[in-house]
């Protein structure tokens, strides 16, 4: 059974730091772009970072970037989120997912076939 689990979410202050991370098994996804989207009560899920099958690439969505680093490690088989200088905008609930069809990294939402079940960020001011 193929399962990525996020971790990591939590409550913190606006200003403040967390670390997401998501660890995958069942397959593997080394040669597979790897993203973390999010959603807020009432909104759509957006984009908010993607990163390479290699790790050399990486993409941001706007109202992150310059905040948020993502990564990937251990064979490929974990990726993470550093998520510095959060605002109270950043709250929703994040996930991790992983584009099995295709090598290049992509923002779309429908590009992607595996995910996790959600991890809470609360962000509060």
């Known amino acids: 059974q193929v399962q990525l689990v996020e971790s990591g979410g939590g409550l913190v202050q606006a200003g403040g730091s967390l670390r997401l991370s998501c660890a995958t098994s069942?397959?593997?996804?080394?040669?597979?772009?790897m993203a973390w989207f999010r959603q807020a009560p009432g909104k759509e899920r957006e984009f908010v970072a993607v990163?390479?099958?290699?790790?050399?690439?990486?993409y941001y969505a706007d109202s992150v970037k310059g905040r948020f680093t993502i990564t990937r490690g251990n064979a490929n088989n974990v990726v993470y989120l550093q998520m510095n200088s959060l605002k109270p905008e950043d709250t929703a609930v994040y996930y991790c997912?992983?584009?099995?069809?295709?090598?290049?990294?992509?923002?779309?939402?429908?590009?992607?076939?595996?995910w996790g079940q959600g991890t809470q960020v609360t962000v509060s001011s």
């Open positions: 997912a992983a584009d099995s069809q295709s090598l290049y990294p992509s923002r779309d939402t429908s590009n992607y076939d595996y």
């Open positions: 069942g397959r593997t996804f080394s040669r597979s772009p």
């Open positions: 990163i390479s099958w290699s790790g050399g690439r990486s």
